[in-house]
């Protein structure tokens, strides 16, 4: 029996999305990896998503459609994943698509390092996207070493909290369901799955390959209300997790994180014009002044970023100057 047999379940999210759905398919039934089980799971769409989907589940006895009313990503991902029947799960949004090794090589790695979660690098791909330099390593991590690689980021081996780029061992996530009604739910869930997991494996390979152009199209109605009702809510949920499982120094790192992306917000905000959002997050972080200064008197914080928040407390509206002047004039030198 090969080890692809232990079979995996690719719970495949599709909401409106005719135009992409084909490419994200046709890169699953190419897998390597024999034994695929595909959950298509139409999230009430409106447009041709759904006669796509019964197409090909009519045409690919590995893929099983499920249509449901319109719950959003979490609602869809739940329902995919208690219809599966694999060993192990993996999570694809239908606008996205995957190298053809990736489910078995993930697949081998969990096997062979005995390991509850496989991560990969993943490309972005669209306007804004990063350059990505991987080295092709396969790196076994006892959870403590993945939970400080999540939290803290690694200038070579980034954690993301997507769980697209992973493949979870179904034991793991039996009790771990996706928070239904917001976005962002990818926080939490893999937050509590690396807790959980005894070993980890990552593989600095990009084997998922996710869509930027459709994000950044986001409305800034919507971009506020994503930023303060459901990523800094899962944020401040996940460091006082942490603390509550036993991380007390983890958890601290995680809150010197959420204060860094509190201020890439703030410079975003700025960015778009979005001022009332601006104020707004600035009003936030000047309420815990006192927090955010115990926190960064911690060995662990940099003290570029000390200065940064020194600088943001005093007058927000001379942090954004500066970083804009920082970006106009220092990095194009560097470069």
Not at 39 to 44: E, Q, S
Not at 87 to 93: E, K, L, Q, R
Not at 184 to 201: F, G, P
Request: one cysteine or more; charged letters at 30%; proline letters at 4%.
């Amino acid at each position: 029996m090969s080890e692809c047999e232990k079979r995996i379940s690719v719970i495949v999210t599709a909401y409106n999305i005719e135009a992409y759905l084909p490419r994200c398919m046709e890169s699953l039934l190419g897998q390597t990896c024999p034994g695929l089980e595909i959950i298509l799971v139409d999230d009430g769409s409106t447009d041709r998503t759904p006669e796509i989907c019964d197409r090909y589940e009519r045409e690919h006895e590995c893929v099983r459609v499920i249509h449901k009313e319109n719950g959003g990503p979490s609602s869809a991902r739940n329902a995919g994943v208690a219809a599966a029947v694999g060993d192990f799960i993996g999570y694809v949004d239908g606008d996205d698509w995957v190298e053809p090794e990736m489910y078995e090589r993930m697949l081998e790695a969990c096997l062979e390092k005995d390991a509850d979660v496989a991560i990969c690098t993943y490309r972005q791909v669209g306007r804004g996207a990063e350059q990505i330099h991987p080295t092709g390593k396969v790196l076994e991590l006892a959870r403590e070493e993945a939970l400080e690689l999540y939290i803290s980021g690694h200038p070579q081996y980034h954690i993301y909290h997507s769980v697209w780029s992973k493949l979870f061992r179904k034991e793991l996530i039996a009790d771990i369901r996706f928070p239904e009604g917001r976005k962002s739910e990818d926080i939490m869930y893999t937050t509590r799955a690396l807790v959980k997991a005894l070993r980890c494996v990552f593989l600095d390979t990009p084997y998922y390959n996710y869509m930027m152009d459709r994000e950044t199209s986001i409305m800034n109605s919507k971009y506020h209300e994503r930023r303060f009702q459901d990523e800094i809510p899962f944020w401040r949920e996940q460091a006082a997790y942490l603390a509550k499982c036993g991380y007390g120094q983890l958890a601290r790192k995680a809150h010197h994180q959420f204060y860094r992306k509190m201020l890439f917000y703030y410079e975003d905000f700025r960015d778009r014009g979005m001022q009332e959002s601006a104020v707004q997050l600035a009003d936030l972080l000047r309420g815990e002044k006192e927090m955010i200064r115990d926190i960064y008197k911690e060995g662990f914080v940099p003290k570029g970023d000390q200065a940064r928040m020194k600088l943001f407390l005093a007058s927000p509206g001379w942090f954004y100057r500066v970083v804009k002047l920082y970006e106009k004039v220092v990095i194009p030198l560097r470069q």
